[in-house]
């Protein structure tokens, strides 16, 4: 036995000897029982990924290729609201001029749910069963041949469940049958039985109810929060969805005001070459006309790009396609109306509804969970034991007789406690303290975002009273900007101003109508945002969320019925809030072409404006090619 044991080792010694040789000399890949080490980066082209369905979508307009002679698509703003709800399986804000990925799905919560009823499966019943059948032979002494045989045949079968308490609750049975040869033996063959009741039961550290609970009270706060986490994005959502939309009519009335000062420019270098032609002025003076038209068009061209960069903003956060034939057109008219706001109710709003200072409210109770349960950890071990059992036996004496015990006969009882506790308990004082100061310091960010909402609530107000306070003013400047042009224009036609007058009223009527139409957007857009600085933008528009349910594995797996467990949480179609509009919401500006709509005006004032006496005839000199715009008629000149 000896030599062999010695030849053993100097084998396995040799083996291991040259595996390391081989596999440091010609590498893994020569010794199959052997992993190979990842010895190099391995990165798949990306023709080899996946490929997604692309969009079917047209080719998007541009300045130069506009596209905008398609069908019209009227939308109102409850229907683009409703259309990004629709589209809302994963939530979109608008990051600039497009909609990116807030991080929010509809199934977030819904993921988040099912930890609960993983921290619950910790007091579910546990089923075990042990089943061996055994055979053994073991050479003799003194005649290897002689070999000793055992057939064993053990069961052992258990059923435990935990409770609330912290307790253990045990149930087992124990089978044990043997069958030995040769030889003689008291029982052969025998068979053991145990019938056992255990109970397990801390009295410290890990007993009662509110600690056993924390698990599953962190898990329920966790889906709160992940609800109103996305509750948040889908706030922001209908908030960019409306900023889009405002955008867009703010953005269209801004072009058609740099249109008209394109045709006002047209015009104002028509009557700049007539009056060439009829030598009331020189033509050096018809030169700056011509670089006002060209500054004009640039202009134009920049207007038109905003119109193009808003309408893709607004498709984007629909989640639309770039771009289809049908150019969105707004209908719902802006609100003009001031908002009645009462300072202490809004603020009252904020601290109950806004999502974040929820979230943070449900940390401070997370944290409260956190610290029951590091005062249990901050105690002794002691746990009290009580076992009971029933013990039988059967077998058969070497004279052939039967004998048994049966359950009941005999029993076991054991009563004891463990005890045990680390000196000092510096760790688990160390995460008590820890858990006291935790919760201190999220107490001190909750006042720090309601302080934080009352500032932005404070700010909102203050926008609001801005917007509505310059729109007014905007407007009368329009209107007097509006008469100062066609005033302007009637007297350059008479030659009796000189066109860098037509030029400044051209330029302040066009920055007029922009303005106005961009301050009360503005203020449109500043209504939303006090509507989600208050947390109430869903209630406002009737948005609430419902639990889209689906069948998964059950409790009996395969073989019981399935059941349904929530699978989303989409949001419904929001109420119509906005009056409906029959016509683009740019129209609501009052916007009149004051070159075209004014001629019987301009032609009064020209009537009572004296005549100029012309000029000496000039060299004659070759007319500015112009195309004529739409919709402009030249006005005769008074020669």
Known sequence: MGSLRAWFWKTLTIVVGLTIAVSGAVGESYLPWIKPEQRKISVRHPSQLPHIALPETPKPATVSDLQWDGPLREISLDDAIRTALANSEVIRVLGGATAVRSGSTIYDVAIANAAIDVAQGVFDPVFSVDNFWRHGETPGLPDPNDAFQSDVYDLDFALSKANLAGGIWTFGVTDDATRLQPGPFPLNPRESTSLAFRYDQPLLQGAGRAANQVPIVLARIDTERSYFQYKSSVQQLVRDVIS????????????????????????????????????????????????????????????????????????????????????????????????????????????????????????????????????????????????????????????????????????????????????????SRAQLRQAQLVITRDRANLSQQLLTA??????????????????????????????????????????????????????????????????????????????????????????????????????????????????????????????????????????????????????????????????????????????????????????
Request: glycine residues 6%.
């Open 244 to 427: 889009a939309y405002w955008n867009l009519v703010s953005a269209r009335t801004n072009l058609w005001a740099r249109e008209q000062q394109v045709s006002q420019a047209a015009f104002a270098l028509e009557q700049a070459e007539g009056q060439v032609r009829a030598n009331q002025i020189s033509p050096a003076e018809a030169a700056q006309p011509r670089v006002s038209l060209a500054n004009f068009r640039a202009t134009l061209i920049a207007a038109k790009a905003d119109v193009l960069q808003a309408e893709a903003g607004l498709r984007s956060i629909m989640g639309l396609p770039p771009y289809d034939p049908q150019r969105i057109t707004p209908v719902t008219p802006p609100n003009e109306q001031r908002l009645p706001l009462d300072w202490l109710s809004i603020v009252s709003l904020a601290e109950q509804y806004r999502p974040d200072i929820i979230e943070l409210k449900l940390v401070l109770e997370a944290d409260q969970q956190s610290l029951i349960q590091a005062r249990n950890l901050a105690l002794p071990q002691l746990d009290a034991v009580g076992v009971y059992s029933w013990n039988g036996l059967e077998g058969q004496l070497p004279v052939g007789t039967t004998v048994s015990s049966p359950l009941g006969d005999n029993t076991d009882w054991t009563l004891g406690v463990n005890f045990s506790v680390p000196l000092g308990l510096r760790a």
């Open 454 to 639: 009352s500032h932005l609530l404070a700010a909102s107000l203050r926008n609001l009273d801005q917007f509505f306070e310059q729109y007014g003013a905007t407007r009368e400047t329009r209107v007097a900007a509006k008469e100062n042009l066609n005033y302007q224009l009637a007297r350059y036609s008479n030659g009796l101003e000189q066109y860098i007058n037509v030029l400044q009223a051209i330029v302040s009527w066009g920055d007029a109508v922009s303005s106005e139409a961009q301050l009360l957007t503005l203020y449109n857009i500043e209504q939303a945002n006090l509507e989600l600085e208050t947390g109430t933008i869903l209630e406002t528009h009737d948005v609430f969320f419902y639990e889209e349910r689906y069948a998964s594995l059950g409790p009996l797996g395969c073989v019981g019925k399935t059941r349904c467990y929530p699978r989303a949480k989409p949001p419904t179609d929001n109420a119509n809030l906005y009056p409906p509009g029959d016509k683009p919401s740019e129209e609501f500006f009052d916007l009149t072409d004051p070159v075209q709509d004014d001629r019987a005006r301009q032609q009064k004032l020209r009537d009572l404006l004296p005549p100029l006496n012309p000029p000496p005839p000039s060299e004659p000199i070759e007319p500015f090619e112009l195309e004529q715009p739409v919709g402009i008629l030249p006005v005769p000149v008074n020669s």
